[in-house]
């Protein structure tokens, strides 16, 4: 089994900065990507940044040069660093751990409960 939590959420003003962390723990032989996800109420859930184990990144166009996306291997957990917040970066905010909980090939996807972000004034 393996557990994915999400911390760091809040409301912000916009222009303001927030970080989330995810952390990852529980039977895992191998993580493959970690990465955070957001959906807006009426939307669908997107891919806001994601890593690979081997420091690969990839952005929404969205977020481009705006958030950075972070990982510390030895410790299962990626960070996400957003800043220049705006009112349509509202969402839930959830983190996606592609792993394997065994010596077995087959990698799972593992979500976090997500956590809110609301940019408001």
């Known amino acids: 089994q393996v557990q994915v939590v999400e911390s760091g959420g809040g409301l912000v003003q916009p222009g303001g900065s927030l970080s989330l962390s995810c952390a990852a723990s529980g039977s895992i032989f191998r993580i493959t990507d970690m990465g955070w996800y957001r959906q807006a109420p009426g939307k669908q859930r997107e891919l806001v940044a994601s890593?690979?184990?081997?420091?690969?990144?990839d952005y929404a166009d969205s977020v481009k040069g705006r958030f950075t996306i972070s990982s510390d291997n030895a410790k299962n957990t990626v960070y996400l660093q957003m800043n220049s917040l705006t009112p349509e970066d509202t969402a839930v905010y959830y983190c996606?751990?592609?792993?394997?909980?065994?010596?077995?090939?087959?990698?799972?996807?593992?979500w976090g409960q997500g956590t809110q972000v609301t940019v408001s004034s």
């Open positions: 996606l751990v592609k792993a394997s909980p065994t010596t077995a090939r087959m990698v799972y996807n593992y």
């Open positions: 890593a690979t184990r081997d420091g690969s990144t």
